[in-house]
């Protein structure tokens, strides 16, 4: 479970200030996969930070209460001179994993080929998103923490597997997937919110939220 209990966050932009929220209440339950739809310079980014607990609100309390995945596409862990192997086996020893499986499994579904023995500065965006989605699905979360949904890659046998195993995932965890686009969201959240103003409006269906949405739009 995730928590924001009277949530503001805002920044600066060196003009005006922008709000990201402004006194948000919500509740992310296990079991209920959930999208937001928000445009993009919104704050997306910024909402699943702290959710992962990489940002502090400027006031409020965000409380969590299970196993909560760093997003995708997140990098802070990994060292960029080091290979994806290694990197690999060190967040593997991390959370206590077998470095022997998460090595396995990242070399499987990132598909980089002998680049996965090469340092990750050598690689392209393209990849380090296909190894970063790979390292994320090898750790076992409660919930997955997902900005925009797939890494961009135009390769079809990756975008197969990994579907797949986020699908699977979606058995016994819980998505939190944000981005701009409705049709992101479709294969794997089964409510949505829509930010606006600051204020996170939460809907059963993904449908409702995208009357909102394109209303907004």
């Not at 296909?130 to 390769?155: C, H, K, Q, V, W």
Request: hydrophobic letters at 40%; a neutral charge.
């Amino acid at each position: 479970m995730i928590e924001f209990r009277n949530v503001s966050k805002s920044f600066w932009t060196g003009t005006q200030r922008k709000v990201i929220l402004d006194q948000a209440s919500f509740k992310i339950e296990l079991g209920n996969s959930m999208g937001i739809l928000a445009p993009n310079g919104t704050g997306k980014t910024t909402i699943i930070n702290m959710m992962a607990g990489l940002e502090k609100p400027d006031e409020g309390e965000i409380i969590r209460k299970s196993r909560i995945s760093f997003p995708l596409g997140f990098m802070g862990a990994v060292v960029a001179k080091h290979s994806a192997a290694e990197n690999a086996r060190y967040i593997a020893r991390l959370y206590g994993l077998d470095p022997d499986y998460v090595e396995a499994f990242c070399r499987y579904l990132a598909g980089v080929d002998e680049y996965f023995d090469m340092p990750l500065n050598t690689y392209s965006s393209g990849m380090k998103s296909r190894f970063s989605f790979s390292l994320l699905l090898a750790l076992d979360f409660d919930i997955y923490l997902i900005d925009e949904g797939m890494p961009n890659s135009t390769d079809v046998e990756f975008n197969r597997k990994a579907g797949n195993v986020l699908r699977e995932r979606l058995k016994r965890s819980t998505v939190v997937m944000v981005s701009h686009n409705p049709k992101t969201l479709e294969k794997y959240c089964s409510s949505a919110a829509v930010l606006r103003n600051g204020r996170l409006h939460m809907f059963d269906t993904l449908e409702e939220a995208k009357v909102m949405y394109d209303y907004d739009a």
